[in-house]
């Protein structure tokens, strides 16, 4: 069965100007797991700026709690959808799309002068969070998973 996440082989030599393969495979990795390192920080950060939102913003104890439930309410929402995109239009454009999106509505989020614009850009922002994070966990399993397998092949195969 072939896949559209070839493994690349290490033992060739890469060309010039570009890293070894086995670099540029690990280096991936760390950008793909960007992706959930942002999602989950953004998930908890809100909650130290909650006083700065109730002193800036003016904003009142149900638009702060909008403002930490309507991110975790639409990325738990939109997950299983989400990787379905993922599964029909390709994961590495989800996650391009979901990236993008999440940048955007994190600049809106930042630049939001009224309380009511920060709820509605949270909740975007856990929309965009929703097309991101399930494509970082099929990426890695079908990239990644595969070379657990043959190193463990080879371990089974040098015992016997």
Not at 27 to 38: D, K, N, W, Y
Not at 96 to 123: D, E, Q
């Amino acid at each position: 069965m072939s896949s559209i996440y070839q493994i690349p082989d290490v033992h060739t030599d890469s060309k010039p100007g570009q890293l070894p393969a086995r670099l540029a495979h690990w280096a991936a990795l760390i950008v793909i797991l960007s992706g959930t390192f942002m999602v989950t920080l953004d998930f908890f950060i809100v909650n130290v700026a909650i006083p700065s939102l109730q002193r800036g913003l003016r904003a009142n104890s149900s638009e702060v709690q909008l403002v930490v439930a309507g991110y975790g309410l639409t990325l738990a929402a939109g997950l299983i959808t989400a990787g379905r995109l993922g599964d029909l239009y390709g994961r590495r454009r989800m996650f391009a799309l979901g990236l993008a999106l999440f940048t955007l509505t994190s600049a809106v989020c930042g630049l939001a002068p009224y309380p009511s614009i920060l709820v509605v850009a949270r909740a975007l922002q856990g929309g965009a969070a929703a097309l991101l994070a399930p494509q970082v966990l099929a990426m890695v399993g079908i990239v990644y998973g595969s070379c657990a397998l043959c190193v463990n092949e080879r371990a089974v195969q040098a015992v016997r």
